[in-house]
Protein backbone atom coordinates (compact mmCIF):
# COMPACT_ATOMS: atom_id res chain seq x y z
CA UNK A 1 0.00 0.00 0.00
CA UNK A 2 1.66 2.99 -0.92
CA UNK A 3 1.66 6.01 1.20
CA UNK A 4 -1.00 8.81 -0.97
CA UNK A 5 -3.49 5.30 -0.05
CA UNK A 6 -2.54 4.77 3.30
CA UNK A 7 -3.30 8.52 4.24
CA UNK A 8 -6.26 8.70 1.89
CA UNK A 9 -7.47 5.66 4.17
CA UNK A 10 -6.36 7.90 7.58
CA UNK A 11 -8.18 10.58 6.21
CA UNK A 12 -11.70 8.30 6.71
CA UNK A 13 -11.02 7.42 10.31
CA UNK A 14 -10.22 11.27 11.07
CA UNK A 15 -13.14 12.52 9.40
CA UNK A 16 -15.64 10.17 11.54
CA UNK A 17 -13.56 11.09 14.77
CA UNK A 18 -14.26 15.11 14.11
CA UNK A 19 -17.78 14.44 12.86
CA UNK A 20 -18.36 12.39 16.21
CA UNK A 21 -16.79 15.51 18.23
CA UNK A 22 -18.52 17.95 16.24
CA UNK A 23 -22.10 16.29 16.51
CA UNK A 24 -21.42 15.99 20.52
CA UNK A 25 -20.84 20.05 20.09
CA UNK A 26 -24.32 20.36 18.63
CA UNK A 27 -26.10 18.64 21.23
CA UNK A 28 -25.02 20.30 23.97
CA UNK A 29 -24.88 23.12 22.35
CA UNK A 30 -28.16 23.32 19.66
CA UNK A 31 -26.47 25.74 17.81
CA UNK A 32 -27.23 25.70 13.83
CA UNK A 33 -23.42 26.92 13.00
CA UNK A 34 -22.55 23.99 14.51
CA UNK A 35 -24.53 21.60 12.69
CA UNK A 36 -23.38 23.13 9.44
CA UNK A 37 -19.75 22.72 10.75
CA UNK A 38 -20.77 19.10 11.42
CA UNK A 39 -22.81 18.64 7.93
CA UNK A 40 -19.53 19.88 6.14
CA UNK A 41 -17.27 17.03 7.80
CA UNK A 42 -20.01 14.34 6.50
CA UNK A 43 -18.88 15.54 2.35
CA UNK A 44 -15.30 15.49 3.94
CA UNK A 45 -15.97 11.49 5.23
CA UNK A 46 -17.39 11.03 1.79
CA UNK A 47 -15.30 12.75 -0.09
CA UNK A 48 -12.32 10.48 1.61
CA UNK A 49 -13.94 7.05 0.48
CA UNK A 50 -14.13 8.62 -3.27
CA UNK A 51 -10.30 9.57 -2.89
CA UNK A 52 -8.95 6.48 -1.21
CA UNK A 53 -11.03 4.84 -4.13
CA UNK A 54 -9.16 6.66 -6.87
CA UNK A 55 -6.32 6.82 -5.43
CA UNK A 56 -6.30 3.05 -5.56
CA UNK A 57 -7.22 2.83 -9.23
CA UNK A 58 -4.88 5.51 -9.93
CA UNK A 59 -2.36 3.31 -8.94
CA UNK A 60 -3.11 0.35 -10.56
CA UNK A 61 -0.49 -0.30 -13.99
CA UNK A 62 -1.71 0.28 -17.26
CA UNK A 63 -2.85 -2.34 -19.08
CA UNK A 64 -4.68 -3.52 -22.42
CA UNK A 65 -7.46 -0.92 -21.98
CA UNK A 66 -5.89 2.01 -20.52
CA UNK A 67 -2.55 2.07 -21.82
CA UNK A 68 -1.72 5.28 -20.07
CA UNK A 69 -2.54 4.27 -17.14
CA UNK A 70 -5.34 4.95 -14.57
CA UNK A 71 -4.09 8.65 -13.60
CA UNK A 72 -7.12 10.62 -14.16
CA UNK A 73 -9.33 8.71 -11.54
CA UNK A 74 -7.81 10.80 -9.23
CA UNK A 75 -9.22 14.13 -10.49
CA UNK A 76 -13.08 12.16 -10.67
CA UNK A 77 -12.75 12.08 -7.18
CA UNK A 78 -11.84 15.96 -6.45
CA UNK A 79 -14.70 16.46 -8.91
CA UNK A 80 -16.77 14.31 -6.75
CA UNK A 81 -15.46 16.34 -3.55
CA UNK A 82 -16.73 19.56 -4.72
CA UNK A 83 -20.54 18.51 -6.21
CA UNK A 84 -20.79 16.69 -2.42
CA UNK A 85 -19.14 20.37 -0.95
CA UNK A 86 -22.43 22.20 -2.99
CA UNK A 87 -24.83 19.26 -1.94
CA UNK A 88 -23.73 19.99 1.90
CA UNK A 89 -23.94 23.84 1.71
CA UNK A 90 -27.67 23.50 0.33
CA UNK A 91 -28.07 21.51 3.35
CA UNK A 92 -26.80 24.50 5.63
CA UNK A 93 -28.37 27.08 3.86
CA UNK A 94 -32.22 24.89 4.54
CA UNK A 95 -30.96 24.70 8.49
CA UNK A 96 -30.19 28.35 8.20
CA UNK A 97 -33.84 29.00 7.08
CA UNK A 98 -35.60 27.24 9.82
CA UNK A 99 -32.88 29.16 12.54
CA UNK A 100 -34.14 32.97 11.20
CA UNK A 101 -37.94 31.32 11.30
CA UNK A 102 -37.85 29.82 14.94
CA UNK A 103 -35.52 31.90 16.71
CA UNK A 104 -33.97 29.87 19.32
CA UNK A 105 -31.38 30.54 21.19
CA UNK A 106 -28.51 27.97 21.63
CA UNK A 107 -26.73 26.93 24.89
CA UNK A 108 -23.45 28.27 23.94
CA UNK A 109 -21.93 26.04 27.27
CA UNK A 110 -17.89 26.24 27.29
CA UNK A 111 -18.28 22.22 27.33
CA UNK A 112 -20.14 22.73 23.42
CA UNK A 113 -17.72 25.75 22.36
CA UNK A 114 -14.45 23.72 23.72
CA UNK A 115 -15.79 20.86 21.79
CA UNK A 116 -16.03 22.59 18.73
CA UNK A 117 -12.27 24.02 19.28
CA UNK A 118 -11.32 20.56 19.52
CA UNK A 119 -12.52 19.61 16.42
CA UNK A 120 -10.68 22.20 14.57
CA UNK A 121 -7.15 21.28 15.95
CA UNK A 122 -7.71 17.66 14.80
CA UNK A 123 -9.09 18.99 11.70
CA UNK A 124 -6.04 21.62 10.91
CA UNK A 125 -3.32 18.72 12.33
CA UNK A 126 -4.55 16.22 9.85
CA UNK A 127 -4.87 19.08 6.70
CA UNK A 128 -1.47 19.86 7.05
CA UNK A 129 -0.45 16.49 6.94
CA UNK A 130 -2.59 15.82 3.52
CA UNK A 131 -1.23 18.68 2.24
CA UNK A 132 2.33 17.84 3.04
CA UNK A 133 2.04 14.23 1.74
CA UNK A 134 0.03 15.37 -0.97
CA UNK A 135 2.82 17.32 -2.30
CA UNK A 136 5.58 14.63 -2.17
CA UNK A 137 3.26 11.99 -3.10
CA UNK A 138 2.02 14.70 -6.23
CA UNK A 139 -1.77 13.28 -5.32
CA UNK A 140 -4.30 15.92 -6.57
CA UNK A 141 -6.85 13.72 -4.58
CA UNK A 142 -4.87 14.40 -0.93
CA UNK A 143 -4.31 18.20 -1.81
CA UNK A 144 -7.94 18.55 -2.78
CA UNK A 145 -8.73 16.78 0.66
CA UNK A 146 -6.27 18.67 2.80
CA UNK A 147 -7.11 22.00 1.11
CA UNK A 148 -11.00 21.31 1.65
CA UNK A 149 -9.95 20.53 5.46
CA UNK A 150 -8.14 23.17 5.47
CA UNK A 151 -11.42 25.69 4.50
CA UNK A 152 -12.96 23.63 7.47
CA UNK A 153 -10.58 24.52 10.05
CA UNK A 154 -11.29 28.32 9.23
CA UNK A 155 -15.12 28.29 8.82
CA UNK A 156 -15.08 26.58 11.92
CA UNK A 157 -12.85 29.24 13.53
CA UNK A 158 -15.43 31.64 12.73
CA UNK A 159 -18.11 30.16 13.90
CA UNK A 160 -16.41 29.70 17.10
CA UNK A 161 -15.71 33.49 17.32
CA UNK A 162 -18.93 34.11 16.37
CA UNK A 163 -20.98 32.51 18.62
CA UNK A 164 -18.71 33.47 21.59
CA UNK A 165 -19.93 36.92 20.12
CA UNK A 166 -23.74 35.69 20.38
CA UNK A 167 -22.91 34.32 24.33
CA UNK A 168 -21.59 37.67 25.17
CA UNK A 169 -24.52 39.49 23.12
CA UNK A 170 -27.07 37.66 23.47
CA UNK A 171 -27.66 38.27 19.75
CA UNK A 172 -29.62 34.52 18.54
CA UNK A 173 -29.53 35.48 15.24
CA UNK A 174 -25.91 35.27 14.74
CA UNK A 175 -26.12 31.52 14.93
CA UNK A 176 -28.04 31.05 11.72
CA UNK A 177 -26.60 33.78 9.88
CA UNK A 178 -22.66 32.35 11.04
CA UNK A 179 -24.83 29.08 9.36
CA UNK A 180 -24.94 30.99 6.32
CA UNK A 181 -21.54 32.29 5.84
CA UNK A 182 -20.18 28.74 6.53
CA UNK A 183 -22.37 28.02 3.42
CA UNK A 184 -20.89 30.56 1.37
CA UNK A 185 -17.29 29.62 1.84
CA UNK A 186 -17.90 26.23 1.22
CA UNK A 187 -19.82 27.31 -1.76
CA UNK A 188 -16.88 28.58 -3.17
CA UNK A 189 -14.49 26.12 -2.09
CA UNK A 190 -16.08 23.87 -3.73
CA UNK A 191 -16.13 25.35 -7.54
CA UNK A 192 -12.00 25.88 -7.00
CA UNK A 193 -12.00 21.96 -6.74
CA UNK A 194 -14.44 21.25 -9.19
CA UNK A 195 -12.37 24.09 -11.76
CA UNK A 196 -9.31 22.66 -11.10
CA UNK A 197 -10.14 18.97 -11.55
CA UNK A 198 -11.79 19.87 -14.92
CA UNK A 199 -8.15 21.38 -15.85
CA UNK A 200 -6.89 17.73 -15.28
CA UNK A 201 -9.74 16.60 -17.40
CA UNK A 202 -9.36 18.77 -20.11
CA UNK A 203 -5.63 18.00 -20.41
CA UNK A 204 -4.34 21.44 -19.61
CA UNK A 205 -0.51 22.08 -20.19
CA UNK A 206 1.65 21.92 -17.22
CA UNK A 207 2.68 25.65 -15.44
CA UNK A 208 4.53 27.85 -17.03
CA UNK A 209 7.68 27.64 -14.81
CA UNK A 210 7.83 23.69 -15.13
CA UNK A 211 7.32 24.25 -19.27
CA UNK A 212 10.42 26.57 -18.97
CA UNK A 213 12.31 23.99 -17.00
CA UNK A 214 11.54 21.69 -19.63
CA UNK A 215 12.71 23.43 -22.32
CA UNK A 216 15.96 24.66 -21.19
CA UNK A 217 16.35 20.53 -19.96
CA UNK A 218 15.95 19.51 -23.68
CA UNK A 219 18.36 22.38 -25.15
CA UNK A 220 21.16 21.71 -22.09
CA UNK A 221 20.79 17.74 -23.19
CA UNK A 222 20.60 17.64 -26.73
CA UNK A 223 24.00 18.10 -27.76
CA UNK A 224 24.12 16.66 -31.65
CA UNK A 225 20.42 17.39 -32.68
CA UNK A 226 19.57 20.42 -34.51
CA UNK A 227 15.99 21.25 -33.09
CA UNK A 228 13.00 20.32 -30.89
CA UNK A 229 9.89 21.31 -31.78
CA UNK A 230 5.90 20.53 -31.14
CA UNK A 231 6.65 20.04 -27.70
CA UNK A 232 3.34 19.24 -25.60
CA UNK A 233 2.75 18.61 -22.25
CA UNK A 234 -0.28 17.59 -20.12
CA UNK A 235 -1.21 16.38 -16.58
CA UNK A 236 -2.81 13.08 -15.07
CA UNK A 237 -2.76 12.71 -11.86
CA UNK A 238 0.57 12.53 -10.83
CA UNK A 239 2.00 11.55 -13.91
CA UNK A 240 3.10 14.43 -16.48
CA UNK A 241 3.02 13.77 -19.98
CA UNK A 242 5.76 15.32 -22.78
CA UNK A 243 5.86 14.55 -26.41
CA UNK A 244 8.05 16.67 -29.18
CA UNK A 245 9.66 15.94 -32.23
CA UNK A 246 13.04 16.14 -32.12
CA UNK A 247 15.00 16.80 -35.39
CA UNK A 248 18.75 15.12 -36.10
CA UNK A 249 21.20 15.52 -39.21
CA UNK A 250 19.83 12.76 -41.65
CA UNK A 251 23.51 11.07 -41.95
CA UNK A 252 23.82 10.54 -38.05
CA UNK A 253 22.77 7.07 -37.17
CA UNK A 254 19.48 5.31 -35.15
CA UNK A 255 21.89 4.45 -32.43
CA UNK A 256 23.76 8.42 -31.69
CA UNK A 257 19.86 9.43 -32.08
CA UNK A 258 18.64 7.13 -29.48
CA UNK A 259 21.61 7.94 -27.21
CA UNK A 260 20.56 11.68 -27.50
CA UNK A 261 16.93 10.97 -26.52
CA UNK A 262 17.74 8.64 -23.83
CA UNK A 263 19.49 11.29 -22.51
CA UNK A 264 17.57 14.04 -22.51
CA UNK A 265 14.57 11.49 -21.19
CA UNK A 266 17.03 10.48 -17.77
CA UNK A 267 17.50 14.18 -17.23
CA UNK A 268 13.92 15.20 -17.16
CA UNK A 269 13.27 12.34 -15.05
CA UNK A 270 15.63 13.62 -12.73
CA UNK A 271 13.86 17.08 -12.58
CA UNK A 272 10.08 15.85 -12.92
CA UNK A 273 9.26 11.93 -11.24
CA UNK A 274 6.75 10.64 -12.95
CA UNK A 275 7.13 11.42 -16.20
CA UNK A 276 5.73 9.60 -19.68
CA UNK A 277 8.18 11.07 -22.60
CA UNK A 278 7.43 10.17 -26.31
CA UNK A 279 9.82 11.29 -28.50
CA UNK A 280 9.87 11.90 -32.74
CA UNK A 281 12.91 11.38 -33.91
CA UNK A 282 13.04 13.31 -37.05
CA UNK A 283 15.92 14.08 -40.25
CA UNK A 284 16.74 17.39 -40.90
CA UNK A 285 14.68 18.05 -43.34
CA UNK A 286 11.87 18.32 -41.25
CA UNK A 287 13.50 20.77 -39.54
CA UNK A 288 10.68 23.73 -38.57
CA UNK A 289 13.64 26.37 -37.37
CA UNK A 290 11.38 27.06 -34.66
CA UNK A 291 10.88 25.74 -30.86
CA UNK A 292 13.86 24.74 -28.98
CA UNK A 293 16.56 25.16 -30.94
CA UNK A 294 19.63 23.08 -30.05
CA UNK A 295 22.16 24.05 -32.04
Given at each position: MTLALRFAIGSIGVGVLVLAVKLAAYLVTGSIALLSDALETVVNIAAALAASMAIWLGEKPADANHPYGHHKAEYLSAVLEGVLIVVAALLIFRE??????????????????????????????????????????????????????????????????GLLLARVTGWAFLDPALAVLVGLGILWTGWELTRGSLSGLMDEAVEPSLLAQIRRTIEAEGVGAIEAHDLRTRRAGRATFIDFHLVVPGTMSVSD???????????????????????????????????????
Amino acid sequence: MTLALRFAIGSIGVGVLVLAVKLAAYLVTGSIALLSDALETVVNIAAALAASMAIWLGEKPADANHPYGHHKAEYLSAVLEGVLIVVAALLIFREAYLGFVRHTQPDLSAAGLGLGALAGVINAAWAWMLIRVGRRARSPALLADGRHLFTDVFSSVGVLAGLLLARVTGWAFLDPALAVLVGLGILWTGWELTRGSLSGLMDEAVEPSLLAQIRRTIEAEGVGAIEAHDLRTRRAGRATFIDFHLVVPGTMSVSDAHDICDRIERALREATPELMISIHVEPDNKAKHSGIIVV
